[in-house]
């Protein structure tokens, strides 16, 4: 049955009105399976329900119900109207349609901040340790180039877990992977400062466990982006989830000082392994690897992301060979630049407390406020990377073109930078250089880290995860080296050098061979 209230004269010019309208009229044309009959607004349920593509919500204010004019309550099969959402009730095929509120939010939104919230926590616990060595290193006597050996001890585990993990992604999707890798590394997080206490052997040994469960993160979070967004998208995805990794870095060194000087050492290792665990809960209930799998998302949302791909995943797809991999120049281009990458930024992430301190001579708390503030702000650069290859791409220019660009102003742009730095005179210069040197950097993200998906979007999990590796073994080198330099030559200036020079001459050889169309 169907019902039908007037609608008041001065509201005829809605749209949902006339919607209503014509839909009714057309409806009455069949007698003999329809009729009509009045219904009050303030029969309307109340509540608030789960709906595909977003909640809805009713409600019974008739006041509200005379504004939007008219309730029309059908008993025919497959009648769907654009702006009313209709819920099946008691079966037979039967739909009821009720006027709605809808309030949505794209499910892949959804997803891309769930991502931007795990890789901040990533991130968070990496750093808890770079404020805490600081502590731990006074109480045991380290020297400058043990402290490197601990601060490295990470990349250990980090370093296998790469090209297994990544090789997982692609056959058994990002969610679950990230998922066990969360659950570990949290474990590995609540552990450390037991094992602090115990022995420096312990915590060498819990740290290689943190670093192997961590190095999940990157190729999930990779992978499920790209399955999760369209083409013209994803940089932007990368952007917002990667803003919540370089997030992670201002939580870690702003939090860490204050719970370390409140609740002793264990503090903020406690806090982070929690909130891992309240995060894991949330995933596991509302994300899928694909969208076509989600019980949320909307037909015409699921429509759109497939039909901005170019390919489509298959599961359970053969890798290709290490030899086949290694015999393409676009791919030994995404190499160097995740090395020279993953060199820079760990010695920014890993020293720069130290340096502070050691070349300014500013205290702990304040270390941790200078080395915050640039990664702060590379947060927000992070997104506006995003944007701006998006911004290309949908102007027209060729991928190939786009992560040139973007991979060019992410290594000249840190390069310059660090030989500024040198000159540096006050905390205050220095901050800014490497603010400047951090937000400059994350335009890598939509260089070769995008890249990837780009020549091998079948197994991008895989090679991901041996261009990280390669990425880590730099990134160790670049760990322990600073603090052998530093003890050897007794500054920082040599190392900043070094890896300025990295910068320019892995620039050459990205734009010389890095390519935007598929190989693998």
């Known amino acids: 049955m169907a019902a039908a209230t007037p609608i008041k004269s001065q509201l005829h010019s809605d749209p949902s009105s006339r919607l209503l309208k014509t839909q009714s009229s ?20 109340i509540g608030f329900g789960k709906n595909r593509g977003g909640w809805r919500r009713r409600t019974d204010e008739a006041q509200r119900g005379r504004r939007r004019g008219m309730a029309v309550t059908c008993t025919a099969e497959g009648i769907e109207r654009g702006i009313l959402m209709g819920k099946n009730r008691g079966g037979g095929g039967a739909r009821e349609v009720v006027a709605e509120e ?42 400058s180039s043990f402290l490197g050996v601990v601060q490295s001890s990470f990349l250990w585990g980090y370093i296998f877990s ?38 420096t052997t312990s915590l060498l040994a819990v740290r290689a466990f943190f670093g192997l469960s961590e190095g999940v993160a990157l ?41 370390l000087s409140t609740m002793g050492l264990s503090g903020p290792f406690i806090l982070f392994s929690s909130i891992g665990l309240l995060w894991l809960t949330i995933w596991a209930y509302t994300v899928t690897n694909d969208p076509s799998e989600s019980r949320y998302i909307s037909n015409s949302e699921i429509r759109m992301i497939q039909a901005g791909k170019s390919d489509s995943p298959k599961k359970g797809g053969k890798l290709p060979s290490m030899r086949l991999l290694f015999s393409k120049l676009p791919t030994w281009a995404i190499i160097c630049a995740n ?12 020293w720069m407390p130290v340096y502070f301190k050691t070349v300014f001579g500013v205290n702990l708390k304040q270390a941790a406020w200078f080395s915050a503030v640039p990664w702060g702000s590379m947060a927000i650069s992070s997104y506006i990377a995003g944007a701006a290859s998006d911004s290309l791409i949908k102007a027209g220019y060729s991928l190939t073109t786009v992560r040139k660009i973007m991979q060019s102003i992410g ?8 030989l500024g730095l040198n000159y540096a005179k006050t905390p205050e210069a220095a901050a800014v250089l490497l603010t400047a040197a951090l937000c400059l950097s994350s335009f890598s993200q939509a260089g070769f880290l995008l890249n990837i998906q780009d020549i091998a979007p079948q197994s991008a999990g895989f090679l991901h995860g041996i261009t990280n590796s390669a990425g880590t073994v730099a990134a160790i080198i670049s760990t322990i080296g600073t ?16 890896t300025a020079g990295l910068y320019f001459a892995t620039t050459i050889f990205w734009n010389l061979f890095a390519t935007g169309e598929r190989v693998f």
């Open 339 to 350: 090395i020279t990458n993953n060199w820079g930024y760990f010695v920014l992430l890993s």
């Open 219 to 259: 190729p999930s979070m990779s992978t499920l982006l790209s399955r999760w967004f369209p083409s013209h998208e994803r940089a932007s995805a990368v952007g917002i989830s990667m803003a919540g990794f370089h997030l992670g870095n201002v939580v870690g060194l702003l939090l860490t000082p204050v719970m």
């Open 411 to 418: 290594f000249i742009g840190p390069g310059v930078s660090l």
């Open 162 to 199: 790469s090209v297994i993990g990544g090789a997982l992604v692609d056959r058994y999707g990002g969610k679950r992977v990230m998922a066990w890798g969360v659950a570990m590394w949290s474990l590995a997080t609540l552990l450390t400062p037991w094992a602090a206490n115990h022995s």
């Open 26 to 45: 057309l409806i009455s044309t069949k007698k003999t399976q329809l009729g009509f009959e009045p219904k009050k607004w303030d029969q309307l349920v």
């Open 102 to 143: 809808i309030v949505s939010v794209p499910e892949r939104f959804k997803v891309a901040a769930l991502v931007a919230c795990v890789m901040c926590l990533c991130n968070a616990d990496r750093v808890v340790m770079s404020v805490a060595i600081v502590p731990l290193a006074a109480k045991n006597g380290w020297s």
């Open 483 to 498: 603090g052998y330099f530093v003890q050897w030559l007794g500054s920082f200036q040599a190392f900043l050098t070094v």
